[in-house]
């Protein structure tokens, strides 16, 4: 148990380290960096379709669109034939942030996560939800939160 523990620890410092060095190095929280990636990854990406990349509620992701629009590093448009759908798009500052920005852009126990196989993440899958279980109290709504901001 004390093994796992430490493991825990080294898992979450790093995170904290990362997301740290993101914030020092270019003024953007760890999230503001992904959805910034994802942005410059997919211009035009909808707010939904961010939401879903990056894992989060659509209304969290609204409000981490709102402060980087205010940052002037993403603009929205309104394109196509669909005058309601919003559209996102870097602006040069935000290319500018992110060409500074330290990698991995996600994150790294996102990247860490996204380069283990498919069995080995059903397995921690399963054995987090095992662990989660046995908790006496569990708070769901984090789920929905970027790791940034817990």
């Not at 997301?19 to 909808?46: D, H, M, T």
Request: aromatic share 2%; glycine share 8%.
């Amino acid at each position: 148990m004390q093994e796992v523990l430490k493991q825990f620890r080294v898992v979450m410092r790093s995170i904290k380290q990362h997301y740290l060095g993101v914030e020092k190095k270019c003024g953007v929280s760890g999230a503001q960096l992904w959805a910034l990636a994802e942005i410059g990854e997919n211009p035009g990406i909808r707010v939904g379709d961010l939401a879903q990349a990056l894992a989060i509620h659509q209304s969290t992701a609204s409000n981490l669109l709102a402060r980087l629009h205010e940052l002037g590093l993403i603009k929205r448009t309104r394109e196509g034939e669909d005058r309601r759908a919003v559209q996102i798009k870097l602006t040069a500052k935000g290319r500018t942030t992110l060409r500074r920005a330290p990698r991995p852009f996600r994150g790294v126990l996102q990247q860490a996560l996204a380069e283990l196989s498919t069995a080995a993440l059903q397995g921690l899958h399963k054995d987090m939800e095992r662990l989660i279980r046995r908790m006496k109290i569990k708070d769901r709504s984090g789920e929905g939160i970027p790791i940034s901001a817990i």
